[in-house]
């Protein structure tokens, strides 16, 4: 079923112009056999197709290995997703996180093609994102909370949600919306961490109507992006639903344009927001903290 889901969206991908990513390619690496699975190549044609990876595997697998598997499997890009809070919960989880900003550092090095960093719902707050992105990533994707909610999945498959140390910390981390906006006021701070998110953040988190996707480009993000969606569609729906519902998102973000007066996305990024204050605070404050930590 995972394999016919991934075909079906790297296929409206391709249709639509917009990249796709796989799943963990942690699986191949211990079971090539499942190497078809993440071909993705061939249905989504000539859109990025990203492969992905979780940061603790970077230490348990030689970089070189990583790379070639990127490669083998036609990808033009690699995510590698940050998990702390789901690993911190999770029956048997790898909590080693002493490493993970080494092992970044040292796949932009020896990678030749785009490393992105991407949350799991706890969200990157600027301060991290500008660490990552002077270490040579080329994208920062927010997923801030507001979407699935891995350490509530987590609580429920230990069969005592109520009572369970993961039930309590529901909902934790940055929303997306206040990320976004954090990153929006670096950017038009200017100087060199201005320079460095300007056009590398993506916005994900809780994406699911086609208005959150312009609102999202709204908030200043470069690309937006989202999970649960275009699963549930593919599996409900198939092909037909996926080019429907992306149709949807592409009639939103142009009406948003035009209903805001910007005239392009580029303007529609600038325009001016009205922002719940308590929102914009968060923000301001999110920014402030990650300028600091670049001057010292």
Known sequence: EGNRLNRLLAEAAGKHGIAVGTGSIRVMLTHPETRSDFELKKSAGNVPVLANIGAAQLSQYPLETLVETVKSIGADGL???LNPAQELFQEGGDCNFINWYEGIARLTDKADF????????????PSEGLRLLNLGV??????????????AVEAYSRGSYENSAAASFKNHGYTTAELLLAYRQ????GGRSGSLVSDSIIASGGLRTPRDFAV???CGSHLAAAALPFIRLASEGGIEALSEYIDEIE?????AIVLGGSGSIENFRKSELRIVPEILDNAENLAEEALKAMDR
Request: hydrophobic share 50%; proline share 2%.
């Open 216 to 218: 999202s480009l709204a």
């Open 114 to 125: 785009p490393i992105l960093v991407k949350e799991t719902g706890g969200g990157i707050a």
């Open 186 to 189: 670096i950017a038009r701070a």
């Open 251 to 255: 009639i939103g973000i142009r009406a």
């Open 138 to 151: 080329s994208f920062i994707d927010v997923a801030g909370s507001g979407g699935t909610d891995w350490i």
């Open 79 to 81: 995510y590698v997703h």
